[in-house]
């Protein structure tokens, strides 16, 4: 059974940190927080923290959880891909056509915003890069304000330490 993250006061920052990005700052759009918040719990692999981050941001919607779906699927892929690709001098690939990507528009992602959100989240911990600087471009390309992609970025942050401080508890003190 799953629980949620204990927080303990050596932590106490991490835990304010995760409340104030996920309940108290606007400069995103709940939609963006709920999926940034949600594709970096996913990244993280860890019931507890989707769990925690659902308890506090609720449900995805099916279009979201569509989208959320697609954009860690294609950054599984492209994260290490295009990591990789910045340490060799290959010419050869090198584009999502060598992935066998089909384009942006026929995967027809409904709201562009929250794809490119969850992109980022997922590529900061992934430590895709290029993906993640080629998906924070696209968001300023369609508006974002550097205080959201900031927010969104704190939020990644905040689920990861969150994700740290669950398995420290497993580790120093339930083991």
Same mark, same amino acid.
């Given at each position: 059974?799953?629980?949620? @993250?204990?927080?303990?006061?050596?932590?106490?920052?991490?835990?304010?940190?995760?409340?104030?990005?996920?309940?108290?700052?606007? #400069?995103?759009?709940? *939609?963006?927080?709920?999926?940034?918040?949600?594709?970096?719990?996913?990244?993280?692999?860890?019931?507890?923290?989707?769990?925690?981050?659902?308890?506090?941001?609720?449900?995805?919607?099916?279009?979201?959880?569509?989208?959320?779906?697609?954009?860690?699927?294609?950054?599984?892929?492209?994260?290490?891909?295009?990591? *990789?690709?910045?340490? @060799?001098?290959?010419?050869?690939?090198?584009?999502?056509?060598?992935?066998?990507?089909?384009?942006?528009?026929?995967?027809?992602?409904?709201?562009?915003?929250?794809? #490119?959100?969850?992109?980022?989240?997922?590529?900061?911990?992934?430590?895709?890069?290029?993906?993640?600087?080629? #998906?924070?471009?696209?968001?300023?390309?369609?508006?974002?304000?550097?205080?959201?992609?900031?927010?969104?970025?704190?939020?990644?942050?905040?689920?990861?330490?969150?994700?740290?401080? #669950?398995?420290?508890?497993?580790?120093?003190?339930?083991?």
């Amino acid at each position: 059974m799953s629980t949620f @993250v204990q927080f303990p006061d050596e932590s106490e920052d991490q835990r304010l940190l995760l409340k104030s990005v996920l309940i108290s700052e606007n #400069h995103l759009a709940s *939609s963006s927080i709920k999926t940034a918040a949600w594709a970096a719990a996913l990244a993280c692999r860890d019931w507890d923290v989707v769990k925690q981050v659902q308890f506090i941001v609720g449900d995805l919607s099916p279009e979201a959880k569509r989208e959320i779906q697609y954009a860690i699927s294609r950054m599984s892929v492209t994260n290490p891909y295009f990591f *990789s690709r910045q340490f @060799v001098d290959v010419h050869a690939g090198g584009n999502l056509e060598s992935l066998k990507f089909r384009s942006f528009a026929d995967i027809a992602v409904e709201n562009e915003v929250d794809y #490119h959100y969850a992109c980022i989240a997922v590529s900061m911990i992934n430590g895709g890069y290029a993906c993640f600087k080629s #998906h924070t471009m696209s968001l300023k390309t369609l508006g974002q304000s550097d205080a959201a992609i900031d927010q969104a970025m704190r939020i990644t942050a905040a689920v990861m330490a969150a994700r740290q401080v #669950h398995f420290n508890n497993q580790v120093l003190f339930q083991g």
